[in-house]
Nanobody, 126 residues
Framework: QVQLVESGGGLVQAGGSLRLSCAAAGRTFSNCAMGWFRQALPKEREFVASISWSGSRTDYADSVKGRFTISRDNAKNTVYLQMNSLKPEDTAVYYC???????????????????WGQGTQVTVSS
C-alpha cells in the first residue's frame, strides 16, 4: 500500500521560510516523478513544483519561481520543497504528489494520475 506523509508545515511571517518534506512508503519511487501542489479553498488544487525521476529536471509555477526549490533524495524515498520569501498568498494546504507512471520528466497535472499525501497546512501571516 502506497503512503505519502507530508511534514514541515506551520505558521510563518511574510518573508520567512519553511521546508516541507514528503516521505513515501510502500514501494520505492526512485523511478517516478514527484511534485507539490497546493489548495486554498475555495480555489482548485494548483500545481506548485515538479521534479523528474532522476532529479535532473525541475518545473515551477510562475508564482513561486525564484522563491521555492524542489529536491529529492531517492535513498530516503523523500521529496522536499524549500520555500523562501513566503507571502500571504502562499497560504494553503500543500500536497505531495507522485506520478503513477515510471521514468517521467514531471508529475501530471491531473488528480487521478498521481498518488497523493494527506496535505500539510502552510499559513503565512502579513
Amino acid at each position: 500500500q502506497v503512503q505519502l506523509v507530508e511534514s514541515g508545515g506551520g505558521l510563518v511571517q511574510a518573508g520567512g521560510s519553511l521546508r516541507l518534506s514528503c516521505a513515501a512508503a510502500g514501494r520505492t519511487f526512485s523511478n517516478c516523478a514527484m511534485g507539490w501542489f497546493r489548495q486554498a479553498l475555495p480555489k482548485e488544487r494548483e500545481f506548485v513544483a515538479s521534479i523528474s525521476w532522476s532529479g535532473s529536471r525541475t518545473d515551477y509555477a510562475d508564482s513561486v519561481k525564484g522563491r521555492f526549490t524542489i529536491s529529492r533524495d531517492n535513498a530516503k524515498n523523500t521529496v522536499y520543497l524549500q520555500m523562501n520569501s513566503l507571502k500571504p498568498e502562499d497560504t494553503a494546504v500543500y500536497y505531495c504528489a507522485v506520478d503513477r507512471r515510471l521514468w517521467s520528466a514531471g508529475v501530471p497535472r491531473t488528480l487521478v494520475d498521481n498518488y497523493w499525501g494527506q496535505g500539510t497546512q502552510v499559513t503565512v501571516s502579513s
